[in-house]
């Protein structure tokens, strides 16, 4: 500042998620409505601006900077400095300056704004029905973005020059599209192609409009979207979701059903205040809705569940076919059962041409593969059930300092996190590392991460398995110099749970969920732990019982029960409940039982997810699976179908041993064996069983809280994705007097782990 001037001058760096979401139109903006001089630029870590004016008018910049940001962005920190005045006149919007080895925030891909919306369905304008219409408050990011900054040239977008018109919108500073990098029109950006499963193109004047009459005359159709393929049919169609099924060998997973907005959603699900604002927010996931009875969408769509996961047209594409069709439609990623979604055309064709009929193709490319979010509502509280569009990769803040790390994840459901300072950066959903394409895409995502955020892993954090190929991951990145850290599954869970909710412990964490490896060398899953980020201390489990086959007793519930009700009663017991015996052939029977008693493929576990399968098993609910946690589902939706609030007639007492609190499972298992020989309803055996797990829950962590003196609970682990026992053992644990803390930025399966991995890692000595 010059002595005497009265003129002030400010360097301003800001941080956060201020690239792609319209920051520097914004920042230009204001400082011409304050009459201020300067300019403003992208930088490798955030955005750089200078403004000079009088001092009043740059307190009020700064005030109104944090104040009145875009919607879409998140400021982290702002750093001012004091320069000397240049006697400048003008503001300017500068080129991106770039810093190598710096890193940004990226923003995830948001749903079409409704100034977007109006002029998509407007015949006079020039973008109506244009698919790729777009403003620097919606529209693709990470899915295009190559690197950082954030510019056009280093997207997807870069091959499509800007028509003059487009370009005098880009330039316009009074224009929502003024430095807008995904900007185009039909005239100068990304166009349609309609393909037969041949490859060949299907001749047609409006592609939207064509595909519209392909669904509705029951054709599956592969749609390319923002972050890979979706395969569309008409829900309400059994003919088309039956057909959908057996080509995409799914023979029982639900679905997702997309309706054109929220007035159609609330006719064919129960939608509160909570899902309606998740559904209508710029992230747009798939959300979880109780299912009405008078919805035409077709039951096969979610076979045998009383929830409906209910999404909104988040493209300009999905709008304008929604609105064509005037039917909700089911909308799958495109894929081979549990491999990854496919972004390519070329793998597209080849790999789906079996399951679609027809192919609607764009050609601006994907640069980051990226499924549908998936939430839910409980108590109010929105859950993540699968993250990624329109979340990831925006990080998750630690109350911790972190060095540069990289945690690989866990097996199924896989996520990896990339760490520094008090950013995680967890990736998107990855899925099961079970197949190489799978694979593949972890480590191009890996990748992609590490060169957009410009984070360089010194430490490399994974779980204690040695089969998991993320673990196999890590050790090949160790040899190249990483430190490994060995992270036990169900410490990684609670960890997760403690980050996001930025609470260091200790606390008593209840992990249940299907598997993880345990200190002990069995397989875990029922866990009441004492842990802080540092340590973790076994408090208390479901007492082990033998899992017979190992891993082919996740797919035959009945083998789990069978095993479970061998070991503890006898093969007599068995013979005596009808309906399971029924489902086992005699030799099968023998063989399980000859396993559990000569200890052969008849792995210990403590798992509360094979619990809840041995009960669907026996109630009858559930005895052979075709999708992961099928049995536990089904339990739930036949207690939600259960006319009481709460069951009634089952207990898990607990042994208090030296080894802690055991959770025997005895005299429950008798129970549901007489209950289901009695003809009892499956509805009420899954209520009653639902409410003794939750008040088994409640007794321990009351006890562990009088002997250990702490009164937090972290909840994590796959099973509280039932939102029934969610809800009960929160609101318990409640009422006793503890408080709860729960996911609520990462699903609470196996998504997680990722974030617990690096937690525990950047605390590692």
């Known amino acids: 500042m010059t002595p005497g001037s009265g003129i002030t001058r400010l360097e301003i760096q800001v941080r956060g998620i201020v690239q792609g979401v319209g ?21 490798s870590t955030g955005v750089q601006l200078e403004v000079e004016g009088p001092e009043s008018s740059t307190s009020a910049f700064l005030r109104r900077l944090r104040e009145e940001a875009p919607a879409l962005a998140r400021i982290e ?43 998509l369905m407007d015949p006079t304008n020039r973008r109506y029905r244009y698919p790729f219409t777009n403003c620097t408050n919606c529209g693709p990011r990470f899915t295009i973005i190559t690197d950082m900054p954030y510019d056009r040239p280093s997207t997807t977008m870069r091959s499509f020059r800007m028509c003059p018109e487009c370009q005098s919108e880009y330039d316009d500073p009074s224009d929502r599209r003024f430095h807008a990098q995904p900007n185009a029109c039909p005239v100068c950006g990304p166009h349609l192609t309609l393909l037969d499963a041949h490859g060949k193109v299907v001749p047609c004047t409006d592609a939207i409009a064509k595909t519209s009459s392909l669904l509705t005359e029951g054709a599956i159709v592969a749609i390319k979207g923002l972050g890979g393929f979706l395969l569309a049919c008409d829900a309400t169609s059994r003919h088309a979701v039956s057909l959908l099924r057996q080509r995409k060998q799914r023979p029982s997973k639900p ?40 919805s035409s969408v077709c039951p096969d769509t979610a076979p045998g569940l009383v929830f409906l996961g209910l999404m909104l047209p988040y493209t300009p594409l999905h709008h304008v076919l929604m609105r064509d069709c005037q039917r909700p439609l089911v909308m799958t990623s495109g894929n081979l059962s549990e491999e990854p979604i496919i972004a390519d055309d070329d793998e597209a064709l080849e790999r789906l041409s079996d399951i679609a009929d027809y192919f609607l193709l764009h050609n601006r490319p994907i640069c980051s593969r990226y499924d549908d979010s998936v939430a839910m509502v409980v108590d109010e509280t929105p859950q993540m059930l699968r993250r990624a569009r329109g979340f990831a990769p925006r990080p998750v803040d630690t109350p911790f300092r972190s ?3 990289l945690a690989t994840g866990s097996q199924t459901k896989n996520t990896f996190t990339l760490a520094t300072g008090h950013h995680a950066f967890v990736s998107q959903h990855i899925g099961d590392l079970d197949s190489v394409e799978t694979l593949d895409h972890y480590e191009a995502t890996v990748s992609l991460y590490t060169r957009m955020f410009r984070i360089e892993p010194k430490l490399i954090a994974h779980d204690l398995h040695p089969d998991y190929l993320s673990t196999h991951y890590a050790q090949q990145m160790a040899s190249q110099g990483l430190r490994p850290i060995a992270v036990q599954h169900h410490h990684a869970h609670i960890a997760a749970c403690m980050a996001e909710n930025a609470y260091e412990g200790p606390v008593i964490g209840v992990a249940y969920d299907g598997a993880g490896l345990g200190s002990d060398g069995h397989i875990w899953g029922g866990e009441f732990l004492i842990c802080d980020f540092r340590t973790t201390r076994r408090a208390g489990h479901i007492e082990y019982l033998p899992l017979a086959g190992g891993d082919a007793a996740t797919l035959r519930p009945y083998r789990t029960a069978a095993g479970y009700v061998a070991s503890l009663f006898g093969k007599s017991t068995v013979d005596d409940n009808h309906s399971l015996r029924s489902h086992i052939a005699p030799e099968e029977l023998s063989a399980i039982v ?19 399968d041995a009960v669907a098993a026996i109630a009858g609910i559930r005895y052979e699976t075709s999708y992961e946690g099928q049995a536990a589902i089904e339990l739930e939706a036949a207690a939600h179908r259960n006319s009481g609030i709460h069951g009634s007639g089952y207990t898990l007492p607990v042994d208090n041993t030296p080894e802690g609190h055991i959770v025997r499972v005895g005299g429950l298992l008798t129970a549901v064996l007489r209950d289901a020989t009695n003809k009892r309803p499956d509805t009420e055996i899954a209520a009653a069983f639902h409410e003794a797990v939750a008040q088994m829950t409640t007794t321990v962590c009351e006890e562990l809280a009088r002997n250990s003196g702490i009164h937090t609970v972290a909840l ?10 969610l809800s009960r053992v929160w609101e318990l644990l409640r009422t006793a007097g503890l408080t709860v803390l729960v996911h609520n930025e990462l699903p609470s399966n196996d998504a997680c782990v990722s974030l617990g991995q690096a937690a525990v890692a950047a605390h590692a000595e």
């Open 594 to 612: 000859s396993q559990v008693e000569h200890h052969l493929n008849a792995p210990l576990t403590s798992s509360m997810g094979r619990l809840f």
């Open 23 to 43: 920051f520097r139109p914004f920042v230009y903006r204001l400082a011409t409505e304050e009459r201020l001089a300067g300019w403003v630029r992208n930088t």
């Open 716 to 725: 994590s682990g796959g099973v509280f994705q039932n939102r029934l026992l």
């Open 255 to 294: 679905f997702a059903v997309m309706v054109t907005d929220l007035h159609v959603a609330r006719h064919h699900c129960e939608i509160g205040d909570a899902e309606a604002a998740l559904l209508e927010s710029p992230a747009a996931p798939i959300v979880l809705g109780r299912w009405k009875r008078e």
């Open 77 to 119: 920190e702002i750093v001012t400095e004091r320069r000397d005045s240049q006697g400048a006149t003008l503001f300017q919007i500068r080129d991106s300056s770039f810093e190598d080895g710096k890193g940004q925030l990226v923003s995830p891909d948001v749903a079409t704004c409704a100034d977007c919306l109006a002029e």
């Open 403 to 405: 060095p540069p790390l």
